[in-house]
């Protein structure tokens, strides 16, 4: 059947697709592109691959790349390990039918969530300052102070230290997501294993744990997509220059410092681009593997 | 048994308040010192403000220093104009992809999507150029344009399945009566996805309110400073102010917290829903 055409499809779809494309799709293309180019004396021209063989092979460049790929990745792997684990357990023992003040823990788990990076690094930087000293009162309160240490501003746990702060941030999320998942599991399954005598955590490792793998997947996936882009925490903390050396930094403030100059260099935005065009790389890279890898192979039950 | 069970809801009580303190505890150290004298913020950070060690030196010290009025107001107009767009040309769309079968609907829809996943940050270095091409540097609508386009994926996509669950009944009779295909969208269908867009607002409204990247790189002058971005700058210039720093991380605060206790539930609901999937 031929239609007509429609003019109010149109109308509608226009301006979203519109603003879309111009202010999104087109700049992720331009940026992209412009990382193809760079200036040759004093002109525009097109280098190819160029500038990536100077990200990747140019010692001056190389060293700050996979120093803050490495660091990124470090930092991505503390939230996997610490903040999803974290968030589902918070999640399962919510869920407990019947448990009192399920809602009043939700909503006090999930502060942190909605506070800006400016708030929580500040915050953070307050409390386990050395100057201000309530990290150490409070660890010799428990006998411990000889654990203290200005962990913000050493090479060794500077990385670590911000990235558990930042799960402390998002812990909020993984919760929700998994926390709705085990909701979503029906009653008469639960009510099935007590009978059979699985109850506790055998239940959850058992029963819930393989319903709840897709939501775990977009956690993580989530995860990973927000890693990548990450930037704020580390710039509000240790500043573009994300110190102690360079400990701290990772891709976003990477680009930042390279598209905008820091000090006395001057930005670079053919090598910002380059740097953005590495993480979009990354980044599709990991979400094209969750799509195809996982989640097509996680099996989805249907109640 | 009973015994056990007891043990074990008490067990898992005690793992949850201890995680409740640990959220939370930063945030209260933060606010009842903004308003202690600087004294007793060093001699006992701990202990909330009495009578003797009540202070608002902090307060008065952010209120003459930084123009924190006028980067609430622009936080304020970024963050509601941006959130109206969105919600208005998000619905349209999902209408338009949810209610009508045309040629590349799915193609079109598929586009849209894509930038769920793919994070606008990585395009600044062309936006920025985009900008400065157009005048828009330092301008509240060079962030409002990018908010809008950064917050349109989600909502396209929550609100047109949304949107594929109601009734195909109603809007036939609108149209046996009728309504023009816009009536039917804004008097019938709109209305009517109201819950789906208060969730759709409290997503989009979160991350723009706390950003600070599009502020430090599209609009960093004094007339254009959102309240985040101020507030790293004015926190970077008074860091041995201890008074200020923790008057204005606390009036950074409030504000978010009030609103996120009364729309909590809305928020909770609309994540445990399964709107986000």
Same mark, same amino acid.
């Given at each position: 059947?031929r239609r007509?055409?429609r003019?109010?499809?149109l109308?509608?779809?226009?301006p979203a697709?519109?603003?879309?494309?111009?202010?999104m799709i087109?700049?992720l293309?331009g940026?992209l592109?412009?990382?193809?180019?760079?200036?040759v004396?004093g002109?525009?021209s *097109?280098? #190819?691959?160029?500038?990536f063989r100077?990200?990747?092979g140019?010692?001056? +460049?190389?060293?700050s790349?996979?120093n803050?790929?490495g660091n990124n990745?470090?930092?991505f792997?503390i939230?996997?390990?610490?903040?999803n684990?974290?968030?589902?357990?918070?999640a399962?023992l919510l869920?407990?039918?019947g448990r009192?003040?399920?809602?009043?823990?939700r909503?006090?788990?999930?502060?942190p969530?909605?506070?800006?990076?400016?708030?929580? /690094?500040f915050a +953070?930087?307050?409390?386990?300052?050395?100057? +201000?000293?309530i990290a150490?009162?409070?660890?010799?309160?428990?006998?411990?102070?000889?654990?203290?240490?200005?962990w913000l501003g050493?090479?060794?746990?500077?990385?670590?230290t911000l990235?558990l702060?930042?799960? +402390?941030? *998002?812990? #909020?999320i993984?919760?929700?997501l998994?926390?709705?998942?085990l909701?979503?599991?029906p009653?008469?399954?639960?009510?099935?294993?007590?009978?059979?005598g699985?109850?506790g955590?055998a239940?959850?490792?058992?029963?819930?744990?393989?319903?709840?793998?897709?939501?775990?997947g977009?956690v993580?996936i989530?995860?990973f997509?927000g890693? *990548?882009n990450a930037?704020?925490?580390?710039?509000?903390t240790?500043?573009a220059l994300? /110190?102690?050396?360079?400990?701290?930094?990772?891709?976003?403030?990477?680009?930042?410092?390279t598209?905008? /100059?820091?000090?006395?260099?001057? #930005?670079d935005?053919?090598?910002?681009?380059?740097?953005a065009?590495?993480?979009?790389?990354?980044?599709? /890279?990991?979400?094209?593997?969750y799509?195809?890898g996982v989640q097509t192979?996680?099996?989805r039950?249907?109640? | 048994m009973?015994?056990?069970?007891?043990?074990?809801a008490?067990?898992?009580?005690?793992?949850?308040?201890?995680?409740?303190?640990?959220?939370l505890?930063p945030?209260?150290v933060?606010?009842?010192?903004?308003f202690?004298?600087?004294?007793?913020?060093?001699?006992a950070?701990l202990?909330p403000p009495t009578?003797?060690?009540f202070?608002?030196?902090?307060?008065?010290a952010?209120l003459?220093?930084g123009?924190?009025?006028?980067y609430?107001?622009?936080?304020?107009?970024v963050?509601?104009?941006s959130?109206?767009?969105?919600?208005l !040309?998000g619905?349209?769309?999902?209408?338009?992809?949810s209610?009508?079968r045309f040629?590349?609907?799915?193609?079109?829809?598929?586009?849209l999507?894509?930038?769920?996943?793919?994070?606008?940050r990585?395009?600044?270095?062309?936006i920025?150029?985009?900008?400065?091409?157009?005048?828009?540097?330092?301008?509240?609508t060079a962030l409002?344009?990018?908010y809008t386009a950064?917050g349109?994926?989600l909502?396209?996509f929550?609100l047109a399945?949304?949107m594929?669950?109601?009734s195909?009944?109603?809007?036939?009779a609108?149209?046996i009566?009728?309504?023009?295909?816009?009536?039917?969208?804004?008097?019938?269908v709109l209305?009517?996805?109201?819950?789906?867009?208060?969730?759709v607002?409290?997503?989009?409204?979160?991350?723009?309110?706390?950003?600070?990247w599009?502020?430090?790189?599209?609009?960093?002058?004094?007339a254009t400073?959102?309240v985040t971005?101020?507030?790293?700058v !004015?926190?970077?210039?008074?860091?041995?102010?201890?008074?200020?720093?923790l008057?204005?991380?606390?009036?950074?605060?409030?504000?978010?917290?009030?609103?996120?206790l009364?729309f909590?539930?809305?928020l909770i609901?609309?994540i445990?829903?399964?709107?986000?999937?």
């Amino acid at each position: 059947m031929r239609r007509r055409f429609r003019p109010h499809i149109l109308v509608f779809l226009a301006p979203a697709v519109l603003i879309y494309t111009l202010v999104m799709i087109l700049p992720l293309i331009g940026t992209l592109n412009l990382s193809l180019f760079n200036r040759v004396e004093g002109a525009e021209s *097109f280098v #190819g691959l160029g500038n990536f063989r100077t990200l990747f092979g140019d010692p001056r +460049w190389s060293a700050s790349f996979w120093n803050a790929l490495g660091n990124n990745t470090w930092f991505f792997l503390i939230h996997m390990l610490v903040q999803n684990p974290i968030g589902i357990a918070l999640a399962a023992l919510l869920s407990t039918p019947g448990r009192r003040f399920a809602s009043a823990y939700r909503t006090a788990i999930f502060v942190p969530t909605i506070l800006s990076f400016v708030i929580v /690094g500040f915050a +953070w930087k307050l409390i386990l300052s050395p100057i +201000w000293g309530i990290a150490p009162t409070m660890l010799a309160s428990v006998g411990l102070k000889s654990l203290f240490a200005p962990w913000l501003g050493q090479e060794a746990s500077a990385l670590t230290t911000l990235a558990l702060i930042s799960v +402390w941030q *998002f812990v #909020g999320i993984p919760m929700m997501l998994i926390y709705a998942a085990l909701l979503s599991i029906p009653e008469e399954l639960i009510e099935a294993a007590e009978l059979d005598g699985i109850t506790g955590f055998a239940q959850f490792r058992k029963i819930k744990l393989p319903l709840i793998l897709p939501a775990v997947g977009i956690v993580s996936i989530l995860t990973f997509v927000g890693n *990548f882009n990450a930037f704020d925490l580390i710039y509000v903390t240790q500043g573009a220059l994300a /110190g102690p050396n360079f400990a701290t930094d990772i891709l976003g403030t990477f680009l930042y410092r390279t598209f905008f /100059g820091f000090q006395l260099q001057l #930005g670079d935005p053919h090598m910002g681009a380059t740097i953005a065009s590495v993480m979009f790389l990354i980044i599709l /890279g990991g979400v094209c593997l969750y799509l195809f890898g996982v989640q097509t192979r996680l099996r989805r039950y249907q109640f | 048994m009973a015994r056990r069970g007891r043990l074990r809801a008490f067990g898992a009580h005690a793992a949850l308040l201890t995680y409740t303190a640990i959220a939370l505890f930063p945030v209260f150290v933060i606010v009842i010192n903004a308003f202690k004298s600087r004294k007793a913020i060093f001699g006992a950070p701990l202990a909330p403000p009495t009578p003797e060690t009540f202070d608002l030196a902090g307060f008065r010290a952010v209120l003459t220093q930084g123009d924190f009025v006028l980067y609430f107001q622009n936080s304020l107009i970024v963050t509601l104009v941006s959130l109206a767009l969105v919600l208005l !040309f998000g619905a349209m769309s999902a209408f338009a992809l949810s209610e009508y079968r045309f040629r590349g609907n799915t193609l079109l829809g598929l586009y849209l999507a894509l930038g769920i996943m793919i994070p606008i940050r990585l395009g600044t270095v062309a936006i920025l150029e985009l900008m400065v091409a157009t005048h828009l540097v330092d301008t509240r609508t060079a962030l409002i344009l990018v908010y809008t386009a950064q917050g349109l994926p989600l909502s396209i996509f929550i609100l047109a399945e949304f949107m594929r669950q109601i009734s195909d009944d109603l809007k036939n009779a609108g149209r046996i009566d009728g309504l023009s295909e816009y009536a039917i969208f804004f008097r019938l269908v709109l209305p009517l996805t109201r819950p789906a867009m208060a969730t759709v607002a409290v997503f989009t409204m979160i991350p723009i309110w706390n950003d600070l990247w599009f502020p430090l790189i599209l609009a960093p002058s004094e007339a254009t400073k959102t309240v985040t971005l101020g507030a790293q700058v !004015f926190i970077g210039q008074f860091v041995t102010n201890w008074n200020a720093v923790l008057a204005a991380l606390s009036l950074a605060i409030l504000p978010v917290l009030i609103l996120y206790l009364i729309f909590s539930r809305q928020l909770i609901r609309g994540i445990t829903s399964g709107a986000v999937k």
